[in-house]
């Protein structure tokens, strides 16, 4: 008697959403990426020691030749960071991802090149800047999104990420260290916030951010975001809300 055939998968494969930053390259000085960025990780290594980096080079005139590309990735590698994909971009990109055996991930894809004959594509998010402190004047309302809010009603734990696309978030339990929170609108804690929180996910720059206890490893409106240690000791554990004014960020207390 034949033995049975086991027709079981040893792996699943699954898409979803996954929170990777993005490095959008202004000048192709491998040397001064890399110190940056090694800042960077110096400062909040719980938050880049290690993360996952797409490299975007549409912010150049010309797509770079491999031995920068190549020089950026170790670069990079070596401040403490992991180049996993290049954004979309020209067939010259299309190019180099193969020659540093990279994958193109079409949800970066840069603003200025469309498909053949394809619609544009949608704005892509743009890299987090690091934004200057600054006090904060009242709030006006938030930014609505364009469907109904996502609610989640039980506590975000380390490792999770929950997303509302193209809406507000509504996050009715914690959000604990090392879980994430994202919208393309605005987000709404009534827990504590102790891992991540990223309004205005593709760009929104009117989202924001309400937290009734304030503790995060990071916020972010539109990719403009500030890291634990550059947020005020007085604004911990408080009511807070995070916006957008002029290109900064803000923060004020609630209360």
Known sequence: MSAQTDYAQA???????????????????????????????????NLFARAAVVLDFGGLSKAPGIDEARALVDGLRAAGVLPVALAYGTREIDALSQQLGLPLLAKFRAQYERADDAPAPARAPEPLRAAEPSPAPAAPAAASASAPGLIQATPVRSGQQVYAEQRDLTVLAPVGAGAEVLADGSIHIYGALRGRALAGARGNEGARIFCREFHAELVAVAGHYKVMEDIPAALHGKAVQVWLENGQLKLAALD
């Open 11 to 45: 792996g699943e494969l699954k898409f979803g959403q996954v929170g990777i930053a993005n490095l959008r390259v202004r000048s192709l000085d491998p040397a001064q990426l890399a110190a940056e960025m090694a800042e960077r990780v110096q400062r909040a290594p």
